[in-house]
């Protein structure tokens, strides 16, 4: 879908805007706004100073002042679209007990399957299945420490099926997960630029690599950099039965429930034949994101509207299941985020560029100044001050999972 020559600032007339946000119908496509889409190939890593790598980053500084998503085309995860999207739908095509096979109640680590109606946003089921996974690493051993800072269990293995139930699942996901934390971390170079800040400035809060704060408890110092990520392969499924589970309200079509993600970015590769993804304006007025070809889709978490003093806003977004779909919905989403040992501060906004601080003049300007309207309370998961990330995640993935709790953590999760 090409998209029109519609500036990203536009937005619907105060009187439509008020009817689509009571009625939540979407009126508009992101798609069709041009300022939301980046070509990825004009950034050259080696040469980020250069002409094309500055034209990345005007077209990055333009969508960041605007609703906190965008299409991004030409990455490396291009070429594997089609690799990942064949085993997501092998793997859902399995038999329920081979998915719970690795079933992620087993897992003190937060990794593996959630059947589906596991998972909840704002206290309501989510109607879909889904695979999570972080870095795969060793997990601490260190019973004092984990007692101390829980966010620790985060840190451990992956469960993935054998290659004889469904091959390549270990091979391919970590290739991706590998590719998406290495675009996250370009992008992350791209928006120090676009801001006017130090080079590592940012990127420095995700690799966990900062001596700027210590916990004060040598032990957990000791432990060094931590960094972190999430991904999951998901599936939105059809039909009012799934799994022998039917649904809990016939009438909810929350795939997952409006919500700012947590983090830094998130890279998203969705269906391309199923809708559903939809994305809220400052308006309040919801958009729909359809799947682009060539592109993947990009949000900025909440840690980058709080390291920005708000410049850069998290997107509030949701997802909308159909039960009458003529396919099931899947979609691949790659979670970036502040290493588990960060401290975050925000930044001092008179530092940042005088290009940035123009384009979010002009955005302002465009909505007349009006309040930023979002159905998610404002900084719901900012970092806190004097405490590492980790209790960020930890909060966010315990309150989502509360079969993992209940298996692992009732003595330290409050019920």
């Known amino acids: 879908m090409a998209p029109t020559a519609v500036s990203s600032a536009t937005t619907l007339s105060p009187a439509t805007a008020a009817k689509d946000a009571s009625s939540g119908t979407p009126q508009q496509s992101l798609s069709a706004l041009t300022d939301y889409h980046l070509d990825y190939t004009l950034w050259d890593p ?26 991004l085309h030409g990455t490396p995860l291009d070429s594997k679209r089609a690799a ?23 897992s003190r680590h937060f990794r593996g399957y959630c059947m589906f109606g596991d998972e909840r946003t704002q206290q309501k089921q989510d109607l879909r299945d889904q695979v999570d996974y972080a870095p795969e690493v060793d ?30 699942h270990r091979r391919i996901v970590l290739d991706w997960f590998e590719t998406a934390n290495e675009v996250s971390n370009q992008l992350t170079r791209a928006i120090e630029l676009a801001l006017g800040v130090d080079e590592g400035e940012l990127s420095q809060f ?42 809990s309200d016939p009438t909810s079509t929350q795939g997952v429930g409006a919500h700012k993600d947590s983090g830094w970015l998130t890279l998203l590769a969705p269906s391309a034949d199923v809708g559903g993804l939809e994305a809220q304006d400052f308006t309040g007025s919801w958009l729909t994101v359809p799947h682009v070809d060539g592109s993947i889709i990009v949000n900025f978490g909440q840690q980058v509207e709080f390291l920005t003093n708000g410049i850069v806003q998290s997107a509030t977004h949701r997802v909308v299941s159909n039960p009458s779909a003529k396919h099931d919905r899947f979609s691949v989403a790659f979670f970036s985020s502040p290493a588990l040992n960060t401290f975050l501060q925000p930044l001092d906004s008179a530092r940042f560029s005088a290009e940035l601080v123009d384009a979010w003049k002009r955005a302002e300007a465009h909505r007349n ?14 970092a806190k001050a004097n405490e590492p990330f980790g209790w960020i995640n930890w909060r966010g993935i315990v309150r989502s999972h509360p079969g993992v709790v209940n298996a692992f953590y009732r003595h330290l999760v409050q019920q």
Do not use: W
Request: aromatic content about 10%; proline content about 6%; hydrophobic content about 40%.
């Open 46 to 71: 080696t040469s980020p100073h250069s002409p094309s790598s500055q034209r990345f980053v005007a077209s990055l500084r333009r969508a960041m002042v605007g609703i906190g998503f965008f299409y």
């Open 84 to 106: 990942m999207f064949d085993l997501v739908s092998r793997f859902f095509a399995l038999p329920l007990s081979e998915r719970l096979s690795i079933d992620m109640d087993r």
């Open 139 to 168: 997990r601490v051993d260190d019973a004092r420490l984990l007692e101390a800072y829980p966010f620790l269990n985060l840190y451990g293995p992956n469960q993935f099926v054998g290659d004889e139930v469904c091959a390549g």
């Open 206 to 247: 995700l690799t966990g690599k900062t001596t700027s704060h210590a916990s004060g408890d040598e032990a957990l110092d000791r432990l060094g950099a931590l960094p972190y990520a999430r991904m999951k392969t998901i599936r939105y499924p059809r039909g009012a039965v799934v799994d022998g589970i039917t649904r």
């Open 369 to 382: 100044g009006g309040d930023i309207v979002s159905d998610v309370p404002k900084g719901d998961l900012f």
